[in-house]
């Protein structure tokens, strides 16, 4: 073959005769976490990854999600954060419409919907249910179409209708924990965000230091399409949404 580069010309995998040192158990990995192995495997080693880390102000929203909840107990979903986090991914997208984008060879192919994919944890493996059409629909459906996917996905009954066509890809950790994370994206989107467990911090308001509800945010982007300071627009615009949501609808 002519020029270029060099390929992936890997060592093999090492073999070892674990039980020489000490005892083992050899369990079969779920086929959920066979799939997705390979499939993440490809998407690191064919897609140049950067991660832009940010964190947002969410003391104002946090506040107004209890209230929801207050208000709707019994009646209406309970809405999460990440709930906040898809309607306010949506907004941040129809501003920076490459990061809704897929690469089709030498073509940016952009995409006049909306389908949110968020990572659910289910006791098979990862999986990455869908929100379709979530520029139509308002937080309080988000929520409630987000517990019944997350729901099935713990069950096994999610379809595959359920897991394609995304547009983009949100996942959340906040609930366990960390300051943030480098996600994988997944192919063939080009971004992925990434969400860490909210801390109060002091932070300086130009006057005087103030507890402050603060969300870090982790994106990964395919830097084949996208550069370090659209990343860091993209960010930035979806700190400020979900510091005031009202953002959102504009």
Same mark, same amino acid.
């Given at each position: 073959?002519?020029?270029? @580069?060099?390929? #992936?010309? /890997?060592?093999?995998?090492?073999? !070892?005769? +674990? %039980?020489?040192?000490? $005892?083992?158990?050899?369990?079969?990995?779920?086929?959920?976490?066979?799939?997705?192995?390979?499939?993440?495997?490809?998407?690191?080693?064919?897609?140049?990854?950067?991660?832009?880390?940010?964190?947002?102000?969410?003391?104002?929203?946090?506040?107004?999600?209890?209230?929801?909840?207050?208000?709707?107990?019994?009646?209406?979903?309970?809405?999460?954060?990440?709930?906040?986090?898809?309607?306010?991914?949506?907004?941040?997208?129809?501003?920076?419409?490459?990061?809704?984008?897929?690469?089709? @060879?030498?073509? #940016?192919? /952009?995409?006049?919907?909306?389908? !949110?994919? +968020? %990572?659910?944890?289910? $006791?098979?493996?990862?999986?990455?249910?869908?929100?379709?059409?979530?520029?139509?629909?308002?937080?309080?459906?988000?929520?409630?179409?987000?517990?019944?996917?997350?729901?099935?996905?713990?069950?096994?009954?999610?379809?595959?209708?359920?897991?394609?066509?995304?547009?983009?890809?949100?996942?959340?950790?906040?609930?366990?924990?960390?300051?943030?994370?480098?996600?994988?994206?997944?192919?063939?989107?080009?971004?992925?965000?990434?969400?860490?467990?909210?801390?109060?911090?002091?932070?300086?308001?130009?006057?005087?230091?103030?507890?402050?509800?603060?969300?870090?945010?982790?994106?990964?982007?395919?830097?084949?399409?996208?550069?370090?300071?659209?990343?860091?627009?993209?960010?930035?615009?979806?700190?400020?949404?979900?510091?005031?949501?009202?953002?959102?609808?504009?």
């Amino acid at each position: 073959s002519g020029g270029g @580069g060099p390929g #992936l010309d /890997l060592l093999p995998w090492p073999k !070892v005769d +674990f %039980a020489k040192f000490g $005892p083992i158990e050899r369990t079969k990995l779920a086929r959920i976490r066979r799939i997705s192995a390979a499939n993440l495997a490809r998407n690191w080693v064919m897609i140049p990854h950067v991660t832009q880390h940010d964190e947002a102000d969410v003391t104002e929203l946090e506040a107004f999600r209890a209230r929801l909840n207050q208000e709707g107990a019994g009646t209406k979903p309970k809405v999460t954060l990440l709930a906040f986090v898809v309607k306010a991914c949506v907004a941040a997208l129809r501003r920076y419409p490459e990061f809704n984008a897929s690469l089709d @060879g030498d073509e #940016l192919v /952009l995409k006049r919907y909306f389908h !949110v994919g +968020f %990572a659910a944890d289910t $006791p098979n493996g990862l999986v990455v249910p869908v929100v379709r059409d979530a520029d139509s629909k308002g937080v309080l459906e988000i929520a409630g179409e987000l517990a019944a996917l997350a729901a099935r996905a713990r069950e096994g009954k999610l379809t595959l209708a359920d897991m394609q066509g995304g547009t983009f890809s949100v996942s959340s950790l906040g609930g366990i924990g960390g300051t943030g994370f480098t996600p994988i994206i997944n192919a063939p989107e080009v971004a992925v965000l990434g969400v860490s467990r909210t801390a109060t911090r002091p932070v300086w308001s130009g006057k005087e230091f103030a507890p402050r509800l603060m969300l870090p945010l982790s994106l990964s982007y395919d830097h084949r399409v996208i550069d370090g300071a659209a990343a860091a627009r993209f960010t930035v615009h979806l700190a400020q949404v979900l510091a005031d949501v009202r953002l959102a609808v504009l």
